[in-house]
């Protein structure tokens, strides 16, 4: 039995997580699955109820469970609240305990939407881009951190740390990745500058003999985010420190129209995962249920693909997302504006619907 701890969180969290969690439910009595779900609050919600962003308990929880889904967490609410205690400190706790080293965020454009990225249609038609990130060091973990001091004297400090185990543990997954794919893995540093990625540049070359299938580039993290834009089908697999993935994945999900259909996977070196959308809590639109719920809905897909080890289930709800757009189905962000969109629950809707007659 494989054990599935939900996470909902905060703003669209909630909404688009119960679309997730309706097509989870008919594909688990469909096939038989066995899986078992628990629900419990994260980030502003838990802190609501309890203080903190995160508990104990539902770190115990996480702990136990093969696999999490995650909404979102954060909002205005929150904002004034202490570093400690906000909201994103629970997406960074459970990152760095459940030792979620290695992000997977896919970006690719359906070509029912390429009307709806901001840019031409021959740049963006056909790209399929895997941004792999390292997600538990990096500047987000190194030490010191922090602001000392007073009035003027004040001064800021984040420390960008990588040790050579932890680039090469994150390299060759995405050799192994890139492997599987079109085999062209492309490392972003900045090794003119920081000695930190200079160091990342010699310990992927290093270890690029062991993958001679691939062929690996390097670039600048700079001309990285003009490439994306000027000629994103250029790359293949991505990989990635952490400020860098973070920064890049944004930019290579808005190349596909909407941050509102990209999924992820954050995964330990024994395949356990936590699964959210790249998009965040959205709380100028939360509660009016009109939120995209296709980017979670693809990642309780990578959930089973990746961690639960059912690809079928996996690949039909991926092409009922697909044929569900085909067919029209467009929620409020993917209308530009104009025509009728769907609400978020019919949205989950037009995906069950795509789904059964995939199963028929
Ligand atoms: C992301 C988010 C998080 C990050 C925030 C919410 C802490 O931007 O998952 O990309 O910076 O990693
Ligand atoms: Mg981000």
Redesign the pocket.
């Known amino acids: 039995m494989a054990k599935i701890l939900v996470l909902p969180g905060d703003g669209i969290g909630p909404e688009v997580v119960a679309e997730a969690k309706k097509i989870l439910l008919w594909v688990q009595k469909q096939e038989g699955l066995d899986l078992e779900f628990e629900e419990d609050l994260v980030g502003g919600a838990a802190y609501d109820a309890s203080g903190v962003p995160l508990t104990e308990q539902t770190l115990s929880l996480a702990r136990d469970a093969d696999a999490v889904l995650l909404g979102a967490?954060?909002g205005p609410k929150w904002e004034p609240l202490d570093y400690a205690v906000r909201p994103?400190r629970a997406?960074?706790r459970l990152r760095k305990e459940l030792e979620l080293f290695a992000n997977l965020r896919p970006a690719r454009v359906y070509g029912a939407l390429v009307e709806a990225s901001t840019l031409k249609r021959e740049v963006i038609e056909g790209i399929d881009i895997m941004v792999v990130r390292e997600l538990t060091g990096g500047i987000?973990f190194g030490e010191p951190r922090g602001v000392t001091g007073t009035g003027e004297a004040r001064k800021g400090v984040n420390t960008m740390v990588y040790t050579a185990t932890e680039i090469e543990r994150i390299c060759r997954l995405a050799f192994e990745i890139a492997k599987g794919r079109r085999k062209k893995l492309t490392s972003i540093d900045k090794a003119n500058v920081l000695e930190v990625t200079e160091l990342w540049r010699d310990v992927v070359t290093g270890i690029a003999a062991d993958y001679p299938q691939v062929e690996l580039n390097h670039m600048y993290v700079d001309n990285c985010a003009m490439q994306l834009v000027r000629n994103p089908k250029q790359f293949d697999v991505v990989v990635t420190g952490n400020l860098f993935g973070?920064i890049l994945?944004?930019e290579a999900a808005m190349l596909t129209g909407s941050i509102g259909m990209l999924p992820s996977a954050s995964l330990a070196a024994s395949k356990k995962g936590m699964y959210e959308p790249?998009h965040?809590s959205a709380p100028d639109i939360a509660g009016r249920g009109v939120a995209n719920p296709l980017a979670t809905i693809l990642s309780a897909a990578l959930m089973l693909d990746l961690t639960l080890g059912y690809s079928d289930a996996a690949r039909r709800i991926e092409l009922a997302v697909e044929n569900a757009l085909a067919k029209g189905l467009r929620t409020a962000d993917l209308t530009g504006g104009q025509g009728p969109a769907s609400t978020t629950s019919e949205a989950g809707d037009q995906v069950l619907k795509e789904l059964q007659t995939l199963y028929q």
């Open positions: 967490v954060g994103e997406l960074l987000y973070d994945s944004d790249v965040g």
